[in-house]
T-cell receptor
Framework: AQSVTQLGSHVSVSEGALVLLRCNYS??????LFWYVQYPNQGLQLLLKYTTGATLVKGINGFEAEFKKSETSFHLTKPSAHMSDAAEYFC????????????FGKGTRLSVIA | KAGVTQTPRYLIKTRGQQVTLSCSPISGHRSVSWYQQTPGQGLQFLFEYFSETQRNKGNFPGRFSGRQFSNSRSEMNVSTLELGDSALYLCASSLGGAVRETQYFGPGTRLLVL
């Protein structure tokens, strides 16, 4: 079975500081990895995804993530936080094996302090 | 192109009642997935429909059911509501339903069971 662990249910950063949201996954087959963002009273929006190919993935709003197979990680980063980045972030994993649906982590709430 | 729409946005029911939620996918999308989001359990997969057939099902009791129509619109039904069914129900659509595809989420239906 696949699983996702997001370290830190709440992360707080200053505006302009580096954003680092951690995600580790468990999968016995090559994974597909996703980061979604959820703003209050809204659904989820895809930030970026890794399926195959380049392990450094660039997404929307200046976010990027690197797939590290040896560390089973897919951490999300952004060089400089903006107030509008305050939201909840979800890491998710799936795979072709058995057409596995998305398995989400518990989420990390990002606060940005002015 | 219009996004995924869900109706109603908010719903209040009492224990023992049943409820039907509706989801209209993005035009051209044939796969619709449903998720339950709660503070305690996070995001959990309910089921996925493709071309009117249920292709995948999560670990939920039989009180949770769904269907998809020929125009790809989907409904989910919860019978004999319990307090624990209070949650945000999210619908997501994708083009062909392959797990590597991006899922586009609707804003959700917030269900409160009293």
């Amino acid at each position: 079975a696949q699983s996702v662990t997001q370290l830190g249910s709440h992360v707080s950063v200053s505006e302009g500081a580096l954003v680092l949201l951690r995600c580790n996954y468990s999968s016995s087959v090559p994974p597909y990895l996703f980061w979604y963002v959820q703003y209050p009273n809204q659904g989820l929006q895809l930030l970026l995804k890794y399926t195959t190919g380049a392990t450094l993935v660039k997404g929307i709003n200046g976010f990027e993530a690197e797939f590290k197979k040896s560390e089973t990680s897919f951490h999300l980063t952004k060089p400089s936080a903006h107030m509008s980045d305050a939201a909840e972030y979800f890491c998710a994993v799936s795979s072709d094996s058995g057409n596995t649906p998305l398995v989400f982590g518990k989420g990390t709430r990002l606060s940005v302090i002015a | 192109k219009a996004g995924v729409t869900q109706t109603p946005r908010y719903l209040i029911k009492t224990r023992g009642q049943q409820v039907t939620l509706s989801c209209s996918p993005i035009s051209g999308h044939r796969s619709v997935s449903w998720y339950q989001q709660t503070p305690g359990q996070g995001l959990q997969f309910l089921f996925e429909y493709f071309s009117e057939t249920q292709r995948n099902k999560g670990n939920f009791p039989g009180r949770f059911s769904g269907r998809q129509f020929s125009n790809s619109r989907s409904e989910m039904n919860v019978s004999t509501l319990e307090l624990g069914d209070s949650a945000l129900y999210l619908c997501a659509s994708s083009l062909g339903g392959a797990v590597r595809e991006t899922q586009y989420f609707g804003p959700g239906t917030r269900l409160l069971v009293l």
